[in-house]
């Protein structure tokens, strides 16, 4: 499987823009790119995904590079309620589950 | 209220012991997973359901046995477990078309176990 590498840990203040980067060098023309988050005390919960093209949902916005081998996590205003590990997987059509790796730790100041 | 409801919230264990984990989901999912969450590592898969059949075991050991009764209920029997068991274990839940690809999966909030 593709792997992704992630920032351990980023921090930003309330209503800012956050941007998460993804780094996938080895990403093939089969997977596709998700995001999860995990609040504390809570299992992931789906964030956003995509395959080639930038996608938007009413919880974030997906910035997928041209080559594809990186991708942006864009949460428009943060709040604190933000405050979680953000996971970028790579995901093949038919794979059964998901591999997480470490994600990122974002930390939301007031 | 991520309708995937996992019991016990807290569960303490002798190494002796058989317990057993519950999930149940409301969301009219066909595939159901079983994932352990370690301090300081990754989520790993241990198991997948789709339609009731077992579809993966990722080398999870025989102490850790899975039962799948039907689409909405999701069971982790747990026997002679050791103290490096002690987890986060989740259950998740998706649609199981074409994968984790175009169904997100569903996680409830965890059973956390301690084995003493």
């Known amino acids: 499987d593709a792997k992704t590498t992630q920032p351990n840990s980023m921090e930003s203040n309330e209503e800012e823009p956050v941007h998460l980067p993804c780094n996938h060098s080895t990403i093939s023309g089969t997977d596709y790119i998700h995001w999860y988050r995990q609040l504390p005390s809570q299992g992931p919960e789906y964030v956003i995904h995509g395959l080639t093209s930038n996608v938007n949902n009413r919880m974030a916005s997906l910035a997928i590079a041209e080559d594809r081998k990186s991708s942006t996590l864009i949460l428009h205003r943060a709040t604190l309620r933000d405050a979680a590990v953000y996971y970028c997987?790579?995901?093949?059509?038919?794979?059964?589950?998901?591999?997480f790796g470490k994600g990122t730790h974002l930390i939301i100041q007031p | 209220e991520t309708g995937v409801t996992q019991t016990p919230r807290h569960l303490v264990m002798g190494m002796t012991n058989k317990k057993s984990l519950k999930c149940e989901q409301h969301?009219?999912?066909?595939?159901m997973y079983w994932y352990k969450q370690s301090a300081k590592k990754p989520l790993e898969l241990m198991f997948v359901?789709?339609?009731?059949?077992?579809?993966e075991n990722n080398s999870v050991p025989s102490r850790f046995s899975p039962e799948c009764p039907n689409s909405s209920h999701l069971f982790l029997h747990l026997h002679t477990l050791q103290p490096e068991d002690s987890a986060l274990y989740l259950c998740a839940s998706s649609q199981g078309d074409g994968g984790a690809v175009n169904s997100p999966l569903h996680f409830g909030n965890g059973t956390r176990l301690t084995v003493t």
């Open positions: 359901y789709s339609l009731e059949e077992r579809v």
């Open positions: 997987i790579l995901i093949k059509w038919g794979a059964d589950g998901l591999t």
């Open positions: 969301l009219g999912h066909n595939a």
